[in-house]
């Protein structure tokens, strides 16, 4: 039967469109049982029915719809007790449910299995026979299978609007996606493709290796050039620190590997196009293998990267778009050189069908105040180009072609969103306290090289989070002691005003370095963080050194440990920082070196009931929301299956919270948070509450939760708190902390409108 199996998916797969692939899917399954019948219904829970939507065998006496209310029937039994159900002869059960449409009162045999996806019963997959007679287990497991199957294909279908209705409630329109940068947008769907696609790169070979040499050489020039001009063009339009974004792709073209690999594999007799599609797509591949989700984004720079110097060896000159007014950009892969290249006045929102929240499109859409829904993969190209589009960038959904009521509905909050950005603007240089006075220290999270000083418009007192593996990722090798020490520098001296928690290097395992590559079973449990930068001690202790050489002249250094799991490895980092100092003070005897503050984060749920043994060994803790939500719910949020259950406001996960912080107190230790739970306004109040008074966030939500601190009330907020530890799911959690806000006026920044 496995052979049937997968010829029947195969067949409906391939099918163009959805009602021949049901259709292919009941003649096949009848054909391959040798049943006198199968039938497929479609659940519609806004009509509360089901429709039969595809039959082979049952003979339809009406040109009308065939419906069986939900509750009536065996088709409701199986889908009501979501397990399939084998009856000898149905026409005696119960629950049979004789349709005056229908002809089937010769078959007594049924087998009923219900499509369900991810929890929903999306329908039910029906085979029946004449004779009175069990369906065998086999045959039983046969349709389950299939039925699991088809949920899927009806999920895309349903996801696509295949499965719409008259009756149906214009809602039901939406395509959904990821929650990229809030907002709301309206506007006409403007599709950009790349000029050239790796993809479409036929693999060719070469007997003029030099001259395909010299051919990559001058269109990495012209690429470079063209970086340039974007990244002027987008000066005084973005935040100079996401204008570094730019940098990266720099870093990407000065790697010496990317180049070096590419004109080895020309000298292997490959032609220029054919090596850099082999270079970049092996590139991309490691990039999307990585976990962290900030890395594994850059896979989408080289990409574009990669395409882009295709375009200019094709020699396809950029093309002048010239997009309708108050459009929204949609493309496959919405990249920040796209963003880039369009007049950046009429863009209001962004849909991309691939990429997450650290894109660093998604990352520049925040900085622009540009709306974005990402991963919205079920929406078709050529069908929206020109369509009026809504951007919901606060549920992830995308309605296409929206009814007027729709429409001007979602204007009236779009006006809303844009009084409310320029409100929040107005708490800059205010004091951050709440409206009884408690003040909050807010800090950002970095992780690109910083040239310009942007933290007077942020007024902002430091860095809560420098991640030091990014240069480590941009390099083909490892960074020299010197190079270390110009990239510290740089940030120490942005933030001279504040203080910076560096930390160490973090990676391994899950997001291993291009030239140190490394296979593990289960990487999230593996060999990370502190774990791997003591097993090689040459690594951390160059890092410390430039760290401390770096913060010479400057006393606002922070060293950060990530992922510590016990008191031994503290000893042993402390240990080699105190060594690394001591070489640092002997070799600059004429200074006094400042002694930098170390901390701990707190991201192993283990660390919890550990930190009164590491209390006398550091000065601070910080904790990491990400992976300690993860590691609680044993949950990998980057699988699709049970990214749905990675909630920071599980309960659980705020008792955890509670607890780090009560015990912070108690050891008389200060603590942080630098996870993404700090910037999400929900999360901040909710911290706030517990007592964390210093929080570190992306700079693009900083203006937000400034603004929600000083328009709320630790009383009130305290009184949320104990509400929210009472509630079971993370669902209720998230009613009651929604309901604060709106209570206090600060509804707008969770939902549409003000």
């Known amino acids: 039967m496995l052979r049937d199996l997968q010829r029947i998916v195969e067949a409906v797969n391939q099918a163009p469109d959805f009602e021949l692939a049901l259709q292919t899917m009941v003649q096949q399954v009848k054909q391959a049982l040798q049943t006198d019948s199968c039938t497929v219904y479609l659940a519609d829970h806004e009509q509360q029915q089901f429709a039969l939507a595809a039959t082979d065998g049952l003979n339809i006496t009406s040109e009308h719809p065939i419906h069986v209310p939900f509750g009536e029937g065996v088709i409701s039994l199986a889908a009501q007790r979501e397990e399939p159900l084998n009856i ?9 449910l004789k349709l005056d449409a229908v002809d089937e009162a010769r078959y007594h045999a049924m087998l009923a299995a219900p499509v369900i996806h991810r929890r929903r019963v999306l329908g039910v997959l029906a085979v029946q026979q004449q004779q009175d007679r069990a ?12 039925a699991a199957q088809l949920a899927v294909v009806i ?44 993809s479409e790169v036929t693999p060719r070979k070469t007997s003029k290796p030099e001259h395909e040499i010299r051919r990559f050489r001058s269109a990495v020039a012209r690429t470079r050039q063209e970086l340039l001009e974007l990244s002027e063009r987008m000066r005084g339009q973005i935040a100079d620190e996401t204008l570094a974004i730019f940098e990266v792709y720099h870093a990407l073209l000065d790697s010496a590997s990317l180049g070096q690999e590419v004109e080895q594999t020309i000298s292997d007799g490959w032609r220029a196009q054919t090596a850099l599609k082999i270079v970049v797509e092996s590139l991309v ?30 020699e396809r000159s950029r093309v002048h778009h010239q997009p309708p007014e108050q459009c929204v950009l949609v493309a496959d892969e919405v990249t920040a050189t796209m963003l880039a290249e369009l007049p950046q006045t009429e863009i209001v929102g962004m849909v991309s069908m691939r990429g997450s929240g650290n894109s660093h499109a998604a990352i520049m859409a925040r900085s622009m105040g540009i709306p974005a829904v990402l991963g919205a993969d079920d929406v ?27 429409e001007n509905e979602y204007r009236e909050l779009a006006e809303e969103e844009l009084e409310l950005r320029q409100k929040v603007e107005q708490a800059r240089g205010r004091p951050v306290e709440t409206l009884d006075g408690t003040p909050i220290n807010l800090q950002l999270n970095v ?10 418009e942020l007024d902002i007192t430091g860095v809560g989070l420098y991640r030091t593996e990014i240069p480590f990722m941009m390099h083909e090798r490892l960074p020299t002691e010197d190079e270390q020490v110009e990239i510290y520098a740089q940030v120490l001296e942005q933030f001279k005003a504040g203080t910076v928690v560096m930390r160490t290097l973090d990676v391994g395992g899950d997001k291993p370095l291009p030239y140190l590559p490394m296979q593990e079973e289960n990487p999230f449990l593996g060999w990370r963080g502190i774990r791997m930068t003591l097993d090689h001690p040459d690594i951390f202790l160059v890092q410390i050194r430039a760290m401390l050489r770096a913060s010479i002249g400057r006393d606002n250094l922070h060293i950060l440990l990530p992922m510590i799991t016990n ?119 909710l911290l706030i509450a517990m007592g964390y008074r210093t929080l570190s966030m992306n700079s693009y939500t900083v203006d937000r939760i400034r603004w929600i601190i000083r328009h709320s009330r630790t009383s009130d907020l305290e009184a949320m708190l104990e509400r929210a530890l009472a509630a079971r799911t993370a669902q209720e959690v998230r009613k009651i902390v929604t309901l604060t806000l709106e209570q206090a006026g600060l509804g707008g920044f969770v939902r549409a409108g003000s």
């Not at 409630?169 to 000029?195: D, E």
């Not at 300690?628 to 259950?645: E, K």
């Open 88 to 96: 000898a002869n149905a026409t005696q059960h119960p629950k049979f």
């Open 135 to 146: 369906f065998t287990r086999d045959e039983e497991a046969f349709v389950v299978t299939l």
């Open 155 to 198: 999920a895309h279908a349903e996801a696509k609007g295949y499965l719409r209705t008259v009756k149906q409630s214009p809602w039901l329109q939406a395509v959904k996606g990821l929650a990229a940068a809030p907002g709301v947008a309206i506007g006409t769907a403007y599709v950009v493709q790349p000029r050239a696609k790796l």
């Open 285 to 314: 591949n490691q990039f999307e293998n990585l976990d962290d989700d900030y890395i594994r984004e850059r896979a989408s720079d080289v990409r574009d990267l990669g395409q882009r110097i295709l375009s200019h060896l094709k």
């Open 380 to 406: 078709e190209l050529s069908e929206v180009d020109g369509e009026t589009l809504i951007v919901d960038g606060y549920n992830g959904d995308v309605f296409i072609s929206p009814p007027l009521q729709i």
């Open 447 to 456: 992780g690109l090289n910083l040239e310009r000083d942007w933290l007077d």
């Open 567 to 685: 008191a031994d490895e503290v000893d042993e980092a402390t240990r080699m920082i105190k060594q690394a100092y001591y070489e640092v003070a002997e070799e600059h005897a004429e200074i006094t070196l400042p002694v930098p503050q170390v901390g701990v984060m707190l991201e192993v749920p283990a660390m919890i009931y550990q930190m009164h043994a590491i209390a006398d060994k550091i000065d601070f803790f910080s904790v990491g929301t990400n992976d300690l939500t993860q590691y609680l719910l044993a949950v990998d949020r980057n699988n699709q299956r049970v990214a749905g259950l990675f909630d920071a406001f599980h309960p659980a996960v705020l008792y955890a919270l509670k607890q780090i912080i009560e015990r912070a107190k108690t050891l008389g230790k200060p603590v942080s948070v630098c996870g993404e739970l700090a910037g999400e306004p929900g999360g901040a109040i």
